[in-house]
């Protein structure tokens, strides 16, 4: 029996919150279908971050800035009716350093001020009695960051795929892409969940987009799956109870990042091991080093490992994310290189998605932020 496949405008490939927020962006212009390879839309990385909002991302990079800044607003005041949590809860955010290394916290103080983001400078007094719980070695002066946040990801996520499902969209679940090719104008992509079809695909698989590309024989953005490890520690005895007003604090040379988390304290030692797409696992060298910068910051003794997993952070080599139609085929859009920066800057890359798909050019607001387009499209790469 021959059943025809199943038609769209558009057909997402990747349920993570890339796929989500592109999906959510393109459903008033046609039907849209998201088709993931997993049972639960956020199992790779959107379910593994450490869901921290905050502008002065990867040392100042002007680019993320922008993409952060034009995200705010929708994190900040989403829709009525799209989550009924809030998006963003405050958080402080505290880069420290020891006395050796003080020459990372002034270029980070450089580079955070060039673009604008909202910095104080903390003397050793002040440091003091802002981070009580850091060793004294790291006490001699401190940065903040202003505006930081921590991000509900899961009622982020939740809320763009409930909002494709209301205007008519599908999120597929279990339907692994298998394979693709273009007739006539349409894509024809075959899946562990039958045929679909439609003129515009948009490639948002995380680690796996150049296998996607690939299928439909087309050249790879040759992205690079990093994976980080997370750990959740028991607080160690010398510092209990970790507070939930804690800060986050991280280093200024970003060699290991910490908040508290339920009672326990979410650290990862900022690793960044190249690997190929998987579903990532924690190392035991990596979890001990993250035990050790947590000593070593707050002069402690971890007791306990309550649990660790790890994540893919996957970029490109410029660390810009990729966004836009394939130069050589029509139809194939990319939606790639999110790096550990995804969920923050989802609300800009969807709205970047819906606009080129669109035929339109970057939305004024991202324009007026200092984005260009030549510094996220695909076309760099090849
Ligand atoms: C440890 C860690 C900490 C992080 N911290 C932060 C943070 O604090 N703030 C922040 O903004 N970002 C952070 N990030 C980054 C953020 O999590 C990612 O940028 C974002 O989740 C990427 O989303 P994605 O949708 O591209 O990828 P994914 O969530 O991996 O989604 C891709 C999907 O594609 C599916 N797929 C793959 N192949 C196929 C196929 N053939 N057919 C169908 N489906 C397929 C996969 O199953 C997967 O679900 C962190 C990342 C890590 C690892």
Redesign the pocket.
């Given at each position: 029996m021959n059943i025809e496949p199943e038609t769209a405008d558009f057909i997402i490939?990747?349920?993570?919150?890339?796929?989500?927020?592109a999906g959510y962006e393109l459903r008033e212009m046609g039907k849209v279908i998201i088709?993931?390879?997993?049972s639960?839309?956020?199992?790779?990385?959107?379910?593994?971050?450490?869901?921290?909002?905050?502008k002065g991302?990867n040392g100042g990079d002007p680019v993320l800035y922008a993409l952060?800044r034009a995200s705010e607003d929708f994190l900040r005041n989403p829709p009525h009716g799209f989550t009924s949590h809030p998006l963003l809860s405050p958080r402080d955010l505290f880069y420290i350093t020891t006395k050796e290394n003080t020459a990372h916290l002034d270029r980070l103080q450089d580079n955070l001020s060039r673009i604008n983001v909202g910095i104080t400078l903390l003397d050793h007094k002040e440091t003091k009695r802002a981070l009580p719980h850091i060793a004294d070695e790291y006490q001699d002066s401190a940065l903040m960051e202003q505006d930081v946040a921590d991000?509900d990801?899961s009622a982020l996520h939740e809320g763009y795929l409930r909002a494709i499902k209301s205007s008519g969209g599908k999120i597929i679940s279990n339907?692994?892409?298998?394979s693709l090719c273009r007739q006539k104008g349409h894509w024809h992509v075959t899946?562990?969940q039958g045929d679909f079809c439609a003129r515009v695909i948009i490639n948002?698989?995380?680690?796996?987009?150049d296998?996607?590309a690939e299928?439909a024989n087309i050249s790879p953005v040759n992205i690079q799956p990093?994976?980080?490890?997370?750990a959740l520690i028991d607080t160690p005895l010398d510092i209990q109870p970790a507070k939930n007003d804690w800060p986050i604090v991280m280093d200024a040379a970003e060699k290991f990042y910490f908040k508290p988390d339920s009672g326990k304290i979410l650290i990862?030692p900022a690793d960044q091991k190249l690997t190929v797409?998987c579903d990532?696992q924690p190392e035991e060298i990596d979890i001990a080093h993250a035990a050790q910068c947590l000593e070593k910051a707050t002069n402690s003794t971890v007791n306990k490992i309550d649990h660790s997993?790890?994540?893919?952070?996957?970029h490109v080599a410029d660390g810009h994310p990729v966004v836009g139609f394939d130069p050589q085929n029509g139809g194939f859009f990319w939606?790639?290189?999110?790096?550990?920066?995804?969920?923050?800057?989802?609300p800009a890359m969807g709205r970047i998605t819906a606009a080129l798909i669109a035929g339109r050019s970057l939305p004024q607001d991202i324009l007026d932020l200092g984005l260009k387009e030549d510094q996220i499209c695909v076309g760099r790469l090849k």
């Open positions: 490939i990747g349920g993570g919150i890339a796929g989500a927020s088709l993931e390879k997993e639960q839309p956020g199992y790779h990385t959107t379910g593994r971050s450490a869901a921290i909002f905050q991302y952060v991000i990801v339907a692994e892409v298998t899946s562990a948002a698989a995380g680690a796996w987009v296998q996607i299928m990093l994976r980080r490890t997370m990862t797409p990532a997993w790890a994540g893919l952070r996957n939606l790639a290189g999110q790096g550990g920066f995804g969920i923050k800057t989802a």
